[in-house]
């Protein structure tokens, strides 16, 4: 199993032949995607002895993988162009890795292989594939950050999971690991989250992991990082929904990771989380814990069930069971290639079994999104979503949240809102915090607290956005949807009140009229008139949307936003 053609997906089960192609590639030379000119992955057949022309040539060509994976590539040594798998004598392999060695000091990276493998190409000698890791901070100094929403039931184990990941600890069976992530004593008691919480955990640029275990502060694990993994732990209790919605859609996961326990299987608010996931279209990874408390029976018959989910036509998944370092591997680039791919490992955080598989797939995992979509959107004006609000001792007011477009700088004159009335007010950010370490500049789709001085707290609530003020913000109390509703127990009409999410924004909104019908079922899909009942929001046309009402549910996008005037605010909330 090499590349992303080497493993075959089997049209009957819908199952990821994992050993029958690993089988093939020891027999017989496999025919893989020609590479692609955008992307960090690279095929080199040799790099035996080359010119100095050679040389620089092959260097320029690493700063630009380097710069498409913002800081990491990924070098298969022994592939063609075309990507034919032919491999190359033990000599032949020394000398390349020699060569991608000094091309990596030349830009100041490190190498680590993460696997080789033996294939037959009509020769007598034995001939390998390496595949090389190759990683670097970034010329900008800003390290690679993913950012994981964790998912789950109440009780599945996911705080206890980050906190043996960050705390380099195992568990004593009793939750103990997850002590340090808690942030309200009533968390403490009762041991189940019910705010958001973050958590980092960082990889040095030769592959090691970099986190708590060595009394390091999170500047120390910042500076010593080339990639950063933040951790956004959702609540997993029902009663604490819409915070786990909130999460999810305010927060921009790259991807969610699913936790399921092996021992309960799917049950709770799992396929709630599971929906939400594949509603919003976060891609997301399944691990299954407490494997140590069951037999293996148990486990498999759990693992049975989750791929039986992820097959159904609601879901389109194609699960891969991961059980070795190579499937962590091959799992952490075909789920950056293709969004069907759902990786499961199956681990305890009480014995640490497997434990490493989920660190190598981690540290292995390519951005999400390419360098061109990251560059468009620095070029927009400066728009940033306030997700927490706090007060800081000496500091004073304190915003936290992403920064959706654009670049700030410390010092930057911005306008918040909108309030009550519709208005925009001015506001300077005196400093900026990234994963607890200071920041001078911000760019888009990071997430930072800003600090804004002696700003009134009481002028502020989340759901609103800090622009810069040249965009001249919209806002709307009116808007149109495209929806699907997803559930309702009779029928949705007009007058129905739901709880909207779309982005940082959660408010009741009313049903103001439903285009070309009178009512609709569920499974049915209409264009929706709503308007929210409490203050005007900024939305934008295209933005996911999604709502919700004791059962009711239902998901779409922005179609059409009204846009009001600051004056004229009040009067269309009916004020």
């Not at 710069?67 to 063609?80: K, T």
């Not at 060595?214 to 819409?242: N, P, Q, V, W």
């Not at 919605?245 to 991807?255: A, M, Q, R």
């Not at 559930?487 to 009140?497: E, N, V």
Request: with cysteine; hydrophobic share 40%.
């Amino acid at each position: 199993m090499w590349t992303a053609t080497a493993c075959s997906i089997d049209s009957s089960p819908s199952m990821w032949n994992c050993e029958e192609v690993m089988d093939s590639t020891r027999s017989e030379c496999l025919q893989s995607t020609p590479e692609a000119e955008d992307g960090n992955i690279e095929y080199k057949l040799k790099l035996v002895n080359p010119s100095q022309y050679r040389f620089e040539h092959l260097v320029t060509q690493m700063k630009w993988r380097l710069q498409e994976g913002r800081g990491e590539a990924v070098y298969q040594i022994g592939v063609e162009d075309n990507g034919l798998l032919v491999g190359l004598a033990e000599e032949e392999m020394r000398a390349s890795l020699k060569t991608l060695h000094r091309m990596a000091e030349k830009v100041g990276a490190d190498i680590t292989v993460l696997r080789e493998r033996e294939v037959d190409y009509d020769s007598d000698m034995p001939r390998k594939i390496t595949e090389v890791l190759v990683r670097k901070v970034p010329d900008n100094q800003q390290f690679l950050d993913l950012r994981v929403a964790v998912l789950g039931n109440v009780d599945s184990g996911k705080s206890t999971l980050l906190g043996v990941l960050t705390q380099g600890e195992l568990d004593n069976g009793r939750g103990r690991a997850r002590l340090n992530l808690f942030r309200h004593l009533h968390e403490i008691q009762s041991g189940r989250t019910s705010s958001i919480s973050f958590e980092i955990l960082g990889f040095n640029s030769k592959g090691e992991v970099v986190n708590y275990s060595d009394s390091r502060t999170a500047e120390e694990i910042c500076e010593s990082s080339s990639k950063m993994i933040t951790f956004i732990d959702l609540a997993g209790h029902h009663k604490y929904l819409h915070t786990t919605i909130f999460g999810l859609t305010s927060y921009c996961p790259d991807c969610a990771l699913l936790l399921v326990s092996a021992n309960t299987g799917i049950a709770g608010t799992t396929r709630e989380h599971l929906g939400l996931a594949l509603a919003l279209k976060v891609p997301f990874f399944i691990v299954v814990s407490k494997v140590d408390l069951c037999a293996k029976t148990t486990v498999e018959r759990t693992v049975r069930q989750l791929e039986r989910v992820l097959k159904q036509p609601g879901c389109h998944k194609v699960p891969m069971l991961v059980t070795s370092e190579d499937d962590a591997v091959t799992a952490a680039q075909q789920f950056a290639q293709s969004p069907n791919v759902t990786p499961i490992f199956t681990l305890s955080s009480v014995s640490g079994e497997s434990l490493d598989l989920l660190k190598v797939f981690l540290n292995i995992l390519p951005p999400l999104t390419n360098s061109k979509e990251q560059e468009e959107l620095m070029q927009q004006l400066t728009e940033f979503q306030v997700d927490e609000i706090y007060t800081v001792p000496e500091v004073g007011t304190v915003v936290g949240g992403t920064l959706s477009s654009g670049i700030c700088r410390e010092g930057d004159q911005l306008v918040v809102g909108p309030t009550d009335d519709g208005c925009f007010l001015e506001l300077r950010v005196c400093s900026i915090q990234r994963n607890r370490s200071a920041c001078r500049v911000l760019r888009a789709g990071q997430a930072a607290t800003l600090a804004l001085g002696d700003f009134d707290r009481a002028l502020l609530r989340k759901g609103m956005v800090m622009v810069s003020p040249e965009m001249n913000p919209t806002i709307c109390s009116v808007f149109e949807a495209e929806i699907v509703l997803l559930f309702h127990a009779t029928t949705f009409r007009r007058g129905f009140q739901v709880t909207v999410h779309v982005g940082n924004v959660r408010q009741t909104a009313v049903v103001e009229k439903i285009h070309a019908k009178d009512k609709l079922r569920t499974g049915e899909k209409a264009v929706v008139r709503f308007r929210f009942l409490k203050h005007p929001e900024y939305l934008k046309v295209g933005a996911k949307l999604l709502f919700r009402e004791g059962v009711t549910k239902g998901i779409g996008h922005v179609t059409d936003v009204q846009a009001i005037a600051a004056g004229e605010a009040q009067a269309s909330m009916g004020f």
